[in-house]
């Protein structure tokens, strides 16, 4: 089955302590992405990825990072996690670029206290 | 100004009525347009896409776009409670810009 699968789903930790959320998708898919979702705010960008280690920050990209080793896994990493990064995020993957469909991970849910 | 503005909603609509959504771009570069429906827990999926100014239609949904007036817009007929769901408005220029979305629900 195709899909976008992200660890861990629910996430509580305290600030500054280091962490990171696995994305990976099994469709080849060159373009990936990490979204934060916000009430009111709607979806925005974290980092996206055109291919294996090329990265671009998006617009919200403080205090987050990523890599891209492999073209189907694309981590995002908060080195010192703080109460305002607590929110859902989405990793998406597309074909080729940001234009094309975006197939969306299962979300996770994240709480800094 | 947000790049992707939607009307705020929520939108409550009787069973078997059309439900009207709205949305408005600010990047003329903008070239494609999407509608991404997301129900309540749960990650967006794609219901439509739109390129060429005009209406398309896909089943009860369409979508029309006016790229003179920077607006594209999704109409659902015949409401049903399984559209229920929050929709959120994408344009793509050289980035994808959502929409804070426009929760609907469908009373029966």
């Known amino acids: 089955e195709a899909q976008v699968t992200q660890n861990p789903r629910y996430l509580i930790t305290v600030t500054g302590k280091k962490l990171t959320v696995t994305c990976s998708q099994n469709?080849?898919?060159?373009?990936m992405s990490w979204y934060r979702q916000d009430p009111g705010l709607g979806l925005r960008q974290i980092y996206y990825?055109?291919?294996?280690?090329?990265?671009d920050k998006g617009d919200v990209p403080e205090g987050y990072k990523v890599s891209r080793k492999e073209k189907r896994n694309f981590p995002l990493i908060l080195e010192s996690p703080s109460p305002n990064q607590t929110s859902l995020y989405f990793c998406?993957?597309?074909?080729?670029?940001?234009?094309?469909?975006?197939?969306f991970g299962p979300g996770t849910r994240l709480t800094v206290t | 100004q947000k790049e992707v503005e939607q009307n705020s909603g929520p939108l409550s609509v009787p069973e078997g009525a059309i439900a009207s959504l709205n949305c408005t771009y600010s990047?003329?570069?903008?070239?494609?347009f999407f509608w991404y429906r997301q129900y309540s827990g749960k990650s967006p999926e794609l219901i439509m896409s739109i390129y060429s100014n005009g209406d398309k239609e896909d089943g009860r949904f369409t979508a029309q776009l006016n790229k003179a007036s920077q607006y594209v817009s999704l109409l659902i007929r015949d409401s049903q409670p399984s559209d229920s769901a929050t929709y959120l408005c994408a344009a793509h220029d050289y980035k994808l810009s959502f929409g804070a979305g426009t929760t609907v629900t469908v009373r029966a």
């Open positions: 469709m080849n898919h060159e373009y």
């Open positions: 998406a993957s597309s074909l080729s670029r940001a234009g094309d469909e975006q197939y």
């Open positions: 990825s055109m291919n294996v280690e090329v990265t």
């Open positions: 990047d003329r570069g903008s070239q494609s």
